[in-house]
């Protein structure tokens, strides 16, 4: 098979007129000169994006720059898990990356259109996050007879999974039994259970109850020591509605028994006050919040940080009754880790707490990258997941972007590698009926490292191996592509890898490159190189617009599939840029760079940060 490669470098004349806005062309289909690629495709070895930044790197080696980082989805990754997956009447569910790169799901079902708690819980295993194996009941309600000797229902609700340092899976759900919930001398029916799996979630053992009382919402940290600590919603509706505050409970021998004991409070620790009125005599009791508790153990710190929802306000509704609103907050651990329980009408210091980071949101999910970038994710009053980034510290967050197309509630993430996060949300869209779980990875670019091995402009990416560090674009349509780079004393080199179903000739891919000069500002000293599956389109500087300017780069570009045949499936392409150290002032050190993608099939243009602002560009360190 003849190999698809045409070689085109800026000293040929170019037929493509001037375009100010960055990416789209004038006139698609009219490419850049040249003479025509000889032959036809070659079969491309793609690296997918989650099989590069796999080398070492160090705890919080991104945390001064973490402004920069931009999450992108993986629009290929995305997926509505409904009826033909067994997911019926989903919803909250939460996912999780196995030790062995297979994944586990999570939900429960609604008790009605109106009651989104659970009645049945439910899970399936994944091992490529594709196809999706339904495992069935995780828990299943049945038939009691409560305290006060009548009928009545056991439901679960809340599922959710966490791996140990051991391998071990446990599975954790709260229980409730309907008609004594509000009962303060019914605890003992309504609580905290979990069980353990050794084999992914095939199979179970040592299913136990370790918390009595009313609660919601469970979530478990794993300490370097060992313990493990279990984090939940605490609900005393005799004094506070559903909204009691932060409760936890732990365990120091891998999960088989727990402190405080059935039967004792746990360890009340994150709370504040919130009230209809605020209590004027001493018989009055103060209400409590800080619920749905998510968070993590700070990277290089013992110090936790949690994700909050907070009850603020509550408002009477349109039907006469009332709904409570919610804020996100952010609350902290001492600097220790240790936490010391709330008596009385205890509440954390302000100190350890920052309220109403969000002003009105709910459900939130607190991750943390290994580089230091945190990532905060919740619910919008638009019933859409928002997804902020945040600095290692999770004091400052950068503005929402919301990833999920569709809309929802109670929606969950999970750090799957090092540059990976997965989202899933529930997404009901097409009605309570037809809801689904949404799910999706998002990928996290930050600054990357230049490598030094020799490159040969000739397309060919077999020489890249020890070139790990790379960025990805790619959220919105299949297209997408990753690059990465390596600098010798005369030349920067660039490859990128486009992923592409539908090649044609108006699809096109741009990377954009200035210096590290600290304006942040668009200048002469920008340049922008446009190419596609034939090689360049044109190569362009910035002078109030992009302007074709020669600056002596090169393109070699090879494509596998069929252009204009959109009858079967393509690879897609790559190309290896090779750009003089002359044109692009590193002075600094650092270079920065911009990658975007133009989709012909969906018509939809992507870039990885906002291509007017360098300011906001991802850097390359040059050694």
Same mark, same amino acid.
């Given at each position: ?102 994944? %586990? ?70 229980? $409730? ?58 609900? $005393? ?39 209809? %009125? ?74 350890? $707490? ?270």
């Amino acid at each position: 098979m003849k190999i698809g490669i045409r070689v085109l470098t800026t000293s040929l004349c170019f037929a493509l007129a001037l375009c100010i806005s960055c990416g789209k062309e004038p006139s698609p289909g009219h490419g850049g000169g040249g003479s025509k690629p000889t032959g036809g495709s070659v079969t491309l070895e793609m690296t997918p994006f989650e099989a590069l930044n796999q080398g070492p790197s160090a705890i919080n080696d991104h945390a001064s720059d973490w402004s920069r980082a931009v999450l992108k989805m993986d629009k290929r990754s995305y997926q509505d898990l409904g009826a033909e997956n067994n997911v019926i009447l989903p919803t909250y569910s939460r996912i999780r990356t196995l030790k062995d790169g297979s994944y %586990i799901l999570g939900w429960h079902n609604t008790i009605s259109s109106s009651d989104a708690n659970g009645s049945d819980t439910y899970y399936a295993i994944s091992k490529d996050f594709k196809t999706w194996t339904y495992m069935g009941y995780l828990w299943k309600s049945y038939a009691v007879t409560n305290g006060l000797g009548n009928p009545d229902k056991r439901y679960f609700t809340n599922p959710n999974f966490f791996q140990l340092s051991n391998g071990e899976v446990i599975a954790v759900a709260a229980f $409730r039994t309907t008609k004594t919930y509000g009962n303060a001398n019914y605890k003992n029916e309504q609580g905290i259970i979990v069980k353990r799996s050794s084999d992914g979630g095939r199979s179970w053992f040592g299913e136990k109850e370790i918390y009595h009382g009313p609660c919601w919402e469970a979530h478990m940290i794993e300490l370097p020591s060992g313990e493990i600590q279990c984090f939940f919603s605490e609900s $005393r509706p005799w004094i506070s509605s559903s909204h009691s505050g932060t409760t936890m409970v732990y365990s120091r021998d891998g999960g088989d028994t727990w402190s405080p004991a059935l039967g004792q409070e746990g360890l009340r620790v994150m709370r504040k006050h919130w009230w209809n %009125i605020k209590p004027q005599h001493a018989s009055e009791m103060w209400c409590y919040t800080y619920q749905m508790p998510v968070g993590v153990i700070l990277n290089g710190t013992s110090q936790f940080a949690f994700a909050m929802e907070s009850c603020n306000q509550r408002v009477i509704n349109s039907s006469g009754g009332t709904n409570d609103q919610f804020s996100i907050a952010i609350c902290f651990s001492p600097e220790d880790g240790q936490w010391i329980p709330l008596k009385g009408d205890e509440v954390v210091p302000k100190k350890l $707490r920052i309220d109403s980071l969000v002003t009105r949101g709910a459900a939130p999910y607190l991750v943390q990258f290994p580089s230091g970038e945190t990532v905060l994710a919740y619910g919008g009053t638009d019933s859409k997941q928002h997804i902020k980034l945040g600095n290692a510290k999770a004091t400052e967050f950068a503005d929402d972007v919301i990833f999920l197309p569709g809309k929802g509630s109670w929606g969950g993430l999970d750090m799957s590698t090092p540059h990976t996060v997965l989202t899933a949300m529930r997404n009901s869209t097409a009605g309570h009926d037809n809801a689904t779980i949404a799910i999706a990875k998002l990928y996290l670019n930050h600054g990357i490292t230049a490598s030094s091995h020799p490159v040969k402009n000739d397309a060919d990416n077999s020489e890249w191996t020890t070139a790990d560090d790379a960025l990805f674009v790619g959220s919105r349509s299949q297209a997408q592509a990753t690059l990465r780079c390596s600098v010798d004393k005369d030349n920067y080199h660039f490859l990128v890898e486009v992923l592409d179903r539908t090649l044609s000739k108006s699809d096109f891919t741009y990377m954009l490159l200035a210096p590290d000069d600290g304006t942040g500002k668009l200048g002469a000293k920008a340049r922008r190189i446009r190419f596609g599956f034939e090689g360049v389109k044109s190569t362009d500087q910035y002078a109030g617009g992009w302007k074709e300017f020669d600056f002596g780069a090169k393109v070699t570009a090879a494509y596998d599939g069929t252009p204009g045949d959109n009858s079967d499936e393509d690879n897609g392409y790559l190309a290896e840029i090779t750009v003089p150290r002359s044109a692009i002032d590193a002075s600094s050190g650092r270079i920065l760079v911009n990658l975007g993608c133009f989709d012909t099939v969906d018509n939809v243009e992507d870039v990885i940060a906002d291509a007017n602002s360098p300011s906001k560009w991802m850097t390359v360190k040059i050694n």
